[in-house]
């Protein structure tokens, strides 16, 4: 299995109430944080009903369910599981499919190693939601045996007068090490990296291990002042001006060179797209990147060029 995403999700009216629910408790618009003391953070979404904070206890309650949701599926009780999820889920989901996919998530990743929360988001109330009530939405990461990329979150349900939280939703998103692996030696390592952090686009709040130190390989200057000097010298260029940064595509080398403007969080960055003839037919594409700025950004950037450009073909197996 080249990537693994599976999306446990309502269908039909469903899907619609998972999308609403998804709008309000994953950010979409700002969230507010808001911290009672100095040691716990609580962040709400806006549309809650105005000056409501979730206590202590009904965040430790809401973790106990979390965490018991997820002891089940690795246990393999996932009929005790399934039933923590809400009547509408479980109308959508049947025990039957859900035995067979909970078998087969175990059977590709062995034993779980850890799991962390990365970030809850709360709400009550909110007209963005089709039902009164308090939900959370739970942002975690994992590792497993045979998994060390993994993420995605739960959504969970507290109805009105209800005593337990329910399970409306969840997503899990990985690529198996075992997939990771031959990316890299097909493709190569930062070919590898590319999928998964393309891929992990879907986790919110997920942050996926760094690009290596340099991804400059293809690139035969120093610096981008170097490369730009250099290249606007070249003969038969051609150059033109995208979103603010300089384009200079020169032919005889099968080459494309953009670099950053003055005032970007890029900047100074120079990123090198380029085709190396394989036969007579095909060519094999290319691309590197200097980035003098700071390195969360030029990560970024590099992500959506090599994603923009076709550089990461990525296969979503349901």
Not at 1 to 30: H, Q, Y
Not at 182 to 208: G, H
Request: aromatic share 10%.
């Amino acid at each position: 299995m080249l990537i693994s995403k599976e999306v446990l999700a309502m269908r039909m009216t469903g899907a619609a109430l998972v999308l609403t629910l998804l709008g309000a408790l994953s950010g979409i618009g700002p969230v507010l944080a808001q911290a009672p003391d100095a040691t716990r953070e609580v962040n709400i979404t806006q549309g809650s009903e105005a000056g409501w904070i979730p206590s202590e206890e009904l965040e430790a309650k809401a973790l106990a369910s979390w965490q018991r949701f997820y002891a089940l599926l690795e246990a393999g009780d996932d009929d005790a599981a399934h039933a923590m999820m809400s009547e509408g889920f479980r109308a959508q989901y049947s025990l039957a499919q859900f035995r067979s996919d909970r078998a087969a998530a175990r059977a590709i990743r062995g034993a779980l190693i850890t799991r962390d929360q990365v970030r809850l988001n709360w709400t009550k109330d909110s007209p963005a939601v089709p039902y009164p009530g308090i939900y959370v939405a739970i942002d975690a990461s994992a590792r497993f045996a045979a998994v060390d990329r993994f993420c995605g979150y739960t959504i969970l349900y507290l109805a009105p007068g209800a005593q337990d939280f329910t399970v409306m939703r969840f997503q899990e998103t990985l690529i198996d090490n075992a997939a990771f692996a031959d990316i890299a030696a097909t493709s190569s390592p930062l070919q590898a990296q590319l999928v998964w952090r393309l891929t992990s686009r879907s986790c919110p709040n997920y942050t996926p291990e760094p690009l290596p130190g340099t991804v400059s390989d293809g690139i035969e200057y120093r610096t981008v002042a170097e490369a730009r000097a250099a290249v606007a010298a070249r003969e038969g260029i051609e150059t033109k001006v995208e979103n603010g940064w300089t384009v200079i595509a020169h032919r005889a080398s099968f080459s494309v060179w953009s670099f950053a403007p003055e005032g970007a969080p890029t900047y100074p960055a120079v990123i090198k797209r380029w085709a190396v003839p394989n036969g007579t037919d095909n060519s094999a594409a290319s691309i590197a990147m200097i980035c003098e700025s700071r390195k969360s950004a030029c990560d970024a950037v590099f992500d959506e060029m090599a994603y923009k450009n076709g550089f990461v073909p990525v296969t979503f197996e349901k």
